[in-house]
């Protein structure tokens, strides 16, 4: 899981880099690189649920994203766990 604010990306910065970073970050779904996305209230940032190996994995995916030079990441590793109701 990752916490992600976003520091330094001005109104129109992120508004010129956003139709790209939706584009990636759908694909980065697609591909089920990404799991789930909340974006935090106050637009500063958000929170992703992502398939990595460790914290260079977690870059190397990011690194594509015109948001990345802008993002303060907290990587928080988690265990899935599948519950199976019967």
């Known amino acids: ?10 109104t129109e910065t992120r508004m010129k880099l ?10 980065l779904e697609q591909n089920g690189t990404i799991v789930d996305t909340f974006i935090k209230l106050d637009m500063s940032g958000i929170f ?23 993002m303060k990441i907290e990587i928080i590793p988690v265990r899935v766990v599948n519950n199976v109701n019967q």
């Open 1 to 10: 899981m990752l916490n992600i604010q976003l520091n330094g990306l001005d």
């Open 18 to 27: 956003l139709p790209r970073e939706q584009e990636l970050v759908k694909e």
């Open 48 to 70: 992703i649920i992502m398939m990595a190996t460790d914290s260079e994995d977690v870059h190397t995916k990011l690194s594509t994203l015109p948001y990345y030079p802008y």
